[in-house]
T-cell receptor, first 115, second 113 residues
Protein backbone atom coordinates (compact mmCIF):
# COMPACT_ATOMS: atom_id res chain seq x y z
CA UNK A 1 0.00 0.00 0.00
CA UNK A 2 1.10 3.57 -0.56
CA UNK A 3 0.08 6.76 1.19
CA UNK A 4 0.85 10.45 1.36
CA UNK A 5 0.51 12.87 4.26
CA UNK A 6 0.37 16.62 3.94
CA UNK A 7 0.32 17.69 7.58
CA UNK A 8 -0.74 21.28 6.97
CA UNK A 9 -4.15 22.16 5.61
CA UNK A 10 -3.10 25.78 5.22
CA UNK A 11 0.19 27.61 4.76
CA UNK A 12 0.32 31.40 4.88
CA UNK A 13 3.36 33.39 3.80
CA UNK A 14 4.10 36.98 2.90
CA UNK A 15 5.07 37.83 -0.66
CA UNK A 16 8.83 37.68 -1.13
CA UNK A 17 9.37 35.27 1.75
CA UNK A 18 10.42 31.66 1.25
CA UNK A 19 7.73 29.02 1.37
CA UNK A 20 7.67 25.34 2.27
CA UNK A 21 4.79 22.92 1.81
CA UNK A 22 5.39 19.63 3.57
CA UNK A 23 4.85 16.10 2.32
CA UNK A 24 5.73 12.69 3.69
CA UNK A 25 5.07 9.40 1.99
CA UNK A 26 4.92 5.67 2.48
CA UNK A 27 5.49 3.13 -0.28
CA UNK A 28 6.69 -0.46 -0.38
CA UNK A 29 9.21 -0.07 -3.17
CA UNK A 30 11.08 2.90 -4.54
CA UNK A 31 8.88 5.96 -5.00
CA UNK A 32 7.97 8.20 -7.85
CA UNK A 33 7.04 11.52 -6.21
CA UNK A 34 5.12 14.42 -7.68
CA UNK A 35 3.79 17.85 -6.87
CA UNK A 36 0.70 19.25 -8.58
CA UNK A 37 -1.04 22.60 -8.25
CA UNK A 38 -4.75 23.28 -8.58
CA UNK A 39 -6.41 26.64 -9.14
CA UNK A 40 -10.11 27.09 -8.26
CA UNK A 41 -12.50 24.97 -10.33
CA UNK A 42 -9.69 23.61 -12.48
CA UNK A 43 -7.85 20.37 -12.98
CA UNK A 44 -4.45 19.70 -11.47
CA UNK A 45 -1.29 20.88 -13.19
CA UNK A 46 2.02 19.10 -12.88
CA UNK A 47 4.79 21.07 -11.11
CA UNK A 48 7.70 18.70 -10.66
CA UNK A 49 8.70 15.11 -10.08
CA UNK A 50 11.36 12.96 -8.47
CA UNK A 51 12.13 9.72 -10.25
CA UNK A 52 15.80 9.11 -9.58
CA UNK A 53 19.05 11.01 -9.40
CA UNK A 54 19.60 14.31 -7.64
CA UNK A 55 17.59 14.72 -4.47
CA UNK A 56 16.83 18.35 -5.29
CA UNK A 57 14.52 18.67 -8.26
CA UNK A 58 13.49 21.88 -9.95
CA UNK A 59 10.14 22.45 -11.58
CA UNK A 60 7.80 25.01 -13.03
CA UNK A 61 7.35 28.58 -11.78
CA UNK A 62 10.51 28.53 -9.67
CA UNK A 63 9.40 25.69 -7.41
CA UNK A 64 11.75 22.99 -6.20
CA UNK A 65 11.46 19.97 -3.94
CA UNK A 66 13.92 17.92 -1.95
CA UNK A 67 13.68 14.16 -1.74
CA UNK A 68 14.80 12.81 1.62
CA UNK A 69 14.76 9.03 1.69
CA UNK A 70 15.62 8.66 5.36
CA UNK A 71 12.79 10.95 6.41
CA UNK A 72 10.48 9.76 3.59
CA UNK A 73 9.77 13.37 2.77
CA UNK A 74 9.38 15.44 -0.38
CA UNK A 75 8.81 19.03 0.71
CA UNK A 76 7.95 21.68 -1.86
CA UNK A 77 9.89 24.92 -1.65
CA UNK A 78 10.26 28.28 -3.30
CA UNK A 79 12.82 30.93 -2.32
CA UNK A 80 10.52 33.91 -2.88
CA UNK A 81 6.74 33.55 -2.90
CA UNK A 82 4.43 35.43 -5.24
CA UNK A 83 0.77 36.30 -4.68
CA UNK A 84 0.03 34.33 -7.84
CA UNK A 85 1.39 31.18 -6.15
CA UNK A 86 -1.75 31.09 -3.99
CA UNK A 87 -3.46 27.79 -4.82
CA UNK A 88 -4.08 24.26 -3.61
CA UNK A 89 -1.01 22.01 -3.74
CA UNK A 90 -1.03 18.23 -3.87
CA UNK A 91 1.77 15.78 -3.25
CA UNK A 92 1.48 12.37 -4.88
CA UNK A 93 3.38 9.09 -4.71
CA UNK A 94 3.51 6.00 -6.84
CA UNK A 95 5.37 2.76 -6.40
CA UNK A 96 7.95 2.50 -9.15
CA UNK A 97 7.05 -1.15 -9.66
CA UNK A 98 3.41 -0.41 -10.53
CA UNK A 99 2.70 -0.62 -14.23
CA UNK A 100 -0.75 0.92 -14.06
CA UNK A 101 0.63 4.12 -12.66
CA UNK A 102 -1.86 4.53 -9.88
CA UNK A 103 -0.86 7.62 -7.93
CA UNK A 104 -1.97 8.27 -4.38
CA UNK A 105 -2.57 11.91 -3.55
CA UNK A 106 -2.37 13.76 -0.28
CA UNK A 107 -5.32 15.79 0.97
CA UNK A 108 -3.81 19.00 -0.30
CA UNK A 109 -2.40 22.14 1.27
CA UNK A 110 -3.86 25.55 0.58
CA UNK A 111 -1.10 28.09 0.09
CA UNK A 112 -2.00 31.73 0.60
CA UNK A 113 0.57 34.38 -0.25
CA UNK A 114 -0.30 37.81 1.08
CA UNK A 115 1.00 41.04 -0.44
CA UNK B 1 0.88 17.99 -28.50
CA UNK B 2 -1.47 16.07 -26.26
CA UNK B 3 -4.74 17.45 -24.94
CA UNK B 4 -7.47 16.11 -22.71
CA UNK B 5 -11.09 17.16 -22.98
CA UNK B 6 -13.64 16.64 -20.27
CA UNK B 7 -17.28 17.65 -20.36
CA UNK B 8 -19.58 19.03 -19.19
CA UNK B 9 -17.90 21.53 -16.88
CA UNK B 10 -20.94 21.78 -14.62
CA UNK B 11 -23.87 19.45 -14.14
CA UNK B 12 -26.89 19.56 -11.86
CA UNK B 13 -28.87 16.34 -11.70
CA UNK B 14 -31.79 15.12 -9.57
CA UNK B 15 -31.38 12.12 -7.31
CA UNK B 16 -32.17 8.92 -9.18
CA UNK B 17 -31.30 10.25 -12.62
CA UNK B 18 -28.59 8.70 -14.83
CA UNK B 19 -25.13 10.14 -15.36
CA UNK B 20 -22.67 10.15 -18.21
CA UNK B 21 -19.41 12.09 -18.09
CA UNK B 22 -17.07 11.86 -21.02
CA UNK B 23 -13.35 12.31 -21.35
CA UNK B 24 -11.25 12.14 -24.52
CA UNK B 25 -7.53 12.40 -25.08
CA UNK B 26 -5.87 13.62 -28.24
CA UNK B 27 -2.33 13.39 -29.51
CA UNK B 28 -1.29 10.11 -27.91
CA UNK B 29 -2.15 6.44 -28.18
CA UNK B 30 -2.77 3.69 -25.65
CA UNK B 31 -2.81 5.98 -22.62
CA UNK B 32 -3.60 4.92 -19.08
CA UNK B 33 -6.87 6.63 -18.17
CA UNK B 34 -8.17 7.57 -14.74
CA UNK B 35 -11.28 8.94 -13.05
CA UNK B 36 -10.78 10.74 -9.75
CA UNK B 37 -13.30 12.40 -7.46
CA UNK B 38 -12.44 15.39 -5.32
CA UNK B 39 -14.73 16.21 -2.42
CA UNK B 40 -14.99 19.76 -1.11
CA UNK B 41 -11.83 20.96 -2.85
CA UNK B 42 -9.56 18.59 -0.99
CA UNK B 43 -8.00 15.21 -1.59
CA UNK B 44 -8.42 13.08 -4.69
CA UNK B 45 -9.94 9.65 -4.57
CA UNK B 46 -9.14 7.29 -7.44
CA UNK B 47 -12.38 5.77 -8.71
CA UNK B 48 -11.40 3.85 -11.84
CA UNK B 49 -8.40 3.31 -14.05
CA UNK B 50 -7.92 1.67 -17.42
CA UNK B 51 -4.80 0.37 -19.16
CA UNK B 52 -6.58 -0.50 -22.43
CA UNK B 53 -9.86 -0.71 -24.33
CA UNK B 54 -12.47 -2.56 -22.32
CA UNK B 55 -10.09 -2.95 -19.33
CA UNK B 56 -11.50 -1.21 -16.27
CA UNK B 57 -10.33 -1.52 -12.69
CA UNK B 58 -12.45 -0.19 -9.86
CA UNK B 59 -10.72 1.15 -6.80
CA UNK B 60 -13.72 1.60 -4.52
CA UNK B 61 -17.18 0.01 -4.48
CA UNK B 62 -19.78 2.60 -5.35
CA UNK B 63 -22.74 3.66 -7.39
CA UNK B 64 -20.62 4.50 -10.42
CA UNK B 65 -19.19 2.57 -13.36
CA UNK B 66 -16.67 3.33 -16.08
CA UNK B 67 -16.20 2.23 -19.64
CA UNK B 68 -13.53 2.62 -22.29
CA UNK B 69 -15.15 1.98 -25.65
CA UNK B 70 -12.25 3.46 -27.62
CA UNK B 71 -8.55 3.85 -26.97
CA UNK B 72 -8.75 7.51 -26.02
CA UNK B 73 -12.27 7.71 -24.62
CA UNK B 74 -13.20 7.17 -21.00
CA UNK B 75 -16.77 7.42 -19.72
CA UNK B 76 -18.04 7.63 -16.16
CA UNK B 77 -21.65 6.53 -15.66
CA UNK B 78 -24.35 5.89 -13.15
CA UNK B 79 -27.80 4.41 -13.58
CA UNK B 80 -29.23 6.24 -10.56
CA UNK B 81 -27.42 9.11 -8.88
CA UNK B 82 -27.25 9.47 -5.12
CA UNK B 83 -26.79 12.67 -3.13
CA UNK B 84 -23.38 11.36 -2.08
CA UNK B 85 -22.25 11.29 -5.72
CA UNK B 86 -21.92 15.08 -5.69
CA UNK B 87 -18.37 16.27 -6.16
CA UNK B 88 -15.72 17.42 -8.56
CA UNK B 89 -14.80 14.70 -11.05
CA UNK B 90 -11.45 14.72 -12.77
CA UNK B 91 -10.30 12.67 -15.70
CA UNK B 92 -6.58 12.14 -16.20
CA UNK B 93 -4.25 10.31 -18.52
CA UNK B 94 -0.69 9.08 -18.26
CA UNK B 95 1.69 7.35 -20.61
CA UNK B 96 2.00 3.60 -20.44
CA UNK B 97 5.76 4.02 -20.55
CA UNK B 98 7.55 5.85 -19.10
CA UNK B 99 4.86 5.75 -16.51
CA UNK B 100 5.16 9.07 -14.81
CA UNK B 101 3.13 12.20 -14.40
CA UNK B 102 -0.58 12.61 -14.96
CA UNK B 103 -2.31 15.13 -17.19
CA UNK B 104 -5.67 16.26 -15.88
CA UNK B 105 -8.81 17.49 -17.54
CA UNK B 106 -10.49 20.66 -16.34
CA UNK B 107 -13.04 18.75 -14.26
CA UNK B 108 -16.81 18.40 -13.94
CA UNK B 109 -18.62 19.86 -10.94
CA UNK B 110 -21.55 17.52 -10.30
CA UNK B 111 -24.33 18.55 -7.96
CA UNK B 112 -26.97 15.97 -7.15
CA UNK B 113 -30.10 17.53 -5.68
Amino acid sequence: AQSVAQPEDQVNVAEGNPLTVKCTYSVSGNPYLFWYVQYPNRGLQFLLKYITGDNLVKGSYGFEAEFNKSQTSFHLKKPSALVSDSALYFCAVRDMRTNAGKSTFGDGTTLTVKP
Amino acid sequence: SQTIHQWPATLVQPVGSPLSLECTVEGTSNPNLYWYRQAAGRGLQLLFYSVGIGQISSEVPQNLSASRPQDRQFILSSKKLLLSDSGFYLCAWGRQYPNEKLFFGSGTQLSVL
